[in-house]
């Protein structure tokens, strides 16, 4: 009976591993696939689709499983972009996590996904301007009016998309369960 007991935790643990880690080259190869898409009108803004896999992440593992997701996502832009790009990345990913795992585990529908996606893009971007205040100093305020439109935008376009998704990755992994 422990060896029974023993034999599912390893295949839980094994399972939400595998999950953690396809979301976490998702988010590094999307991630990728944006920087090949054209600029935004706003310079330095994406359009955020990397977060599809840390919203997926929240969503199926909690907090735990976003965090996880968002460090790697971070880790790749510091390898691919550098280290202050890697920082922003840490700082706007934790807090945009954080605020999207906070909605998910309250919300009780009000939001839904779409606002969700606005609410984690607008903390992503509160989160990196903390960060380059930190590097550059209070010229970074001005920025604030052009990122808040940007995360109105790119949040409904990734909540759109994970109102899409999401239904489906639950369908499928309630079966594989």
Known sequence: MNKSFSSKKNHRFVSRLAKLSVLSALSAVLSMLEGMLPELPVPG?????????????????????GICVSVVKAGFGLITRGPTAGFMS?????????VM?????????????????VLGAAAHNAGQLCAAFVLMGSAVWYYV?????????????????????LPAVRGTQHHSS
Request: aromatic share 12%; glycine share 14%.
């Open 101 to 117: 795992w906070l909605v998910y585990k309250y919300d009780n529908n009000i939001f839904g996904y779409v606002g969700v996606g």
């Open 90 to 98: 840490l700082c706007g990913s934790l807090l945009s996590t954080f």
């Open 145 to 165: 009016p052009f990122l808040l439109l940007v995360s109105t935008v790119s949040g409904s376009l990734t909540g759109v998309i994970n109102s899409i998704l």
């Open 45 to 65: 803004a994406r359009f955020g689709l990397a977060n599809l896999a840390v919203m997926t992440a929240i969503d199926i593992d909690g907090l735990a499983g």
